[in-house]
């Protein structure tokens, strides 16, 4: 069972923070700011001041009841991507440090962690989800699961990549990307595709993006094609599609012989078809990828520390604004949305 970081306060007990928490029946109108009690922090914790959090859809789907895995604890605060300080000196950490949140809860002892996979580990799920998460303005969280981050990484950033920055760098490792190798990424103004056009271009590769927002060609893509326009006879060495359903004909349309497509999300939809045959012939690969290890994650921070990432923010609201900031997430909206861990 899952260990809770921390409790919910009874309305009358004097408390010192804030978090967002949802009671069942989840949803959006069931969502609350309330005052909750300290996390205890236990031996090999690092206890966190929350600065700002990312809203991914796997946040809005947590919160609205929309995932295939078990939301636990119930009521429960969501939140899986963290930025923070140190609050006080304990775990390997002094007060003060910035850090990000490695969003996995695993075990340590199965398979999937023995050999290094701590992403995929078989009793373990996704931090946020199979435990409470970050839209609070402390967290207790296990120092293993805690990363320095470099100073020149921004705090908008810093909130960008536990989810946004790190899914897109380890599905391109997945799909073998390297210098000279042509990508194609759908959704490229998404809070993945971003990292992906910036990622795959600081390797080498020739990057072209699939969006209708004309600043992605700023992030390092060649061309930006909205999705009906790609030039038939365009193959491509890798494929990122996040998207699902709705793009994934003309996913496999434009993948050339020998390439991968690397898919990590369903946000149009679960289902597609494809041509067994052109599968074969071709030697193409379909790839899944989701979220990334802890070496991926301290590779990734290595990268950031000589290529300069950027990230563009749609929107900060404060943690009492948090109903409005999901109401923006359905609006047509341009690059990340962020929560500052703020009241008014």
């Not at 609350?32 to 991914?56: C, F, S």
């Amino acid at each position: 069972m899952t260990k809770r970081l921390f409790t919910i306060s009874a309305c009358n007990k004097r408390s010192d923070m804030k978090a967002a928490v949802v009671y069942e029946p989840l949803g959006n109108e069931n969502l609350k700011i309330e005052d909750v009690e300290d996390p205890k922090i236990a031996d090999g914790q690092v206890l966190i001041e929350v600065k700002k959090a990312g809203l991914n859809p796997v946040d809005y789907n947590t919160i609205n009841g929309r995932l295939v895995y078990k939301l636990s604890p119930l009521p429960h605060i969501p939140g899986t991507e963290v930025y923070g300080v140190v609050a006080q000196d304990g775990g390997g950490f002094k007060k003060g440090e910035r850090v990000v949140v490695y969003n996995r809860v695993f075990d340590g002892t199965c398979d999937q962690c023995i050999s290094g996979n701590e992403h995929l580990c078989t009793s373990g799920g996704i931090w946020g989800v199979v435990s409470n998460g970050g839209y609070a303005q402390k967290v207790a969280v296990p120092q293993k699961n805690v990363f320095r981050l470099p100073n020149s990484v921004s705090d908008e950033l810093a909130a960008s990549i536990g989810v946004a920055a790190l899914t897109s760098f380890r599905a391109l490792r997945v799909a073998g990307c390297a210098p000279g190798k042509s990508v194609l990424v759908f959704g490229a103004s998404g809070n993945t595709g971003m990292f992906a056009v910036q990622m795959a271009s600081m390797i080498g590769c020739d990057v072209y993006a699939v969006s209708r927002k004309d600043w992605v060609e700023e992030f390092g893509a060649t061309e930006v094609f909205e999705a009906d326009k790609i030039p038939e006879s365009m193959r491509f060495d890798i494929i990122v599609n996040p998207l699902g359903t709705m793009f994934w004909k003309e996913s496999l349309k434009h993948l050339s012989i020998r390439g991968s497509l690397v898919t990590f999300g369903v946000f149009t939809g679960r289902e597609g078809s494809l041509d067994i045959a052109e599968l074969y012939t071709g030697e193409r690969r379909i790839l899944g990828s989701t979220g990334g290890t802890r070496s991926d994650l301290r590779d990734l921070l290595e990268f950031m520390k000589t290529h300069d990432l950027r990230v563009k923010i749609s929107r900060e609201f404060k943690l009492n604004e948090i109903h409005e900031a999901l109401k923006f997430y359905n609006e047509d909206h341009e690059g990340r949305i962020l929560i500052s861990m703020r009241v008014s």
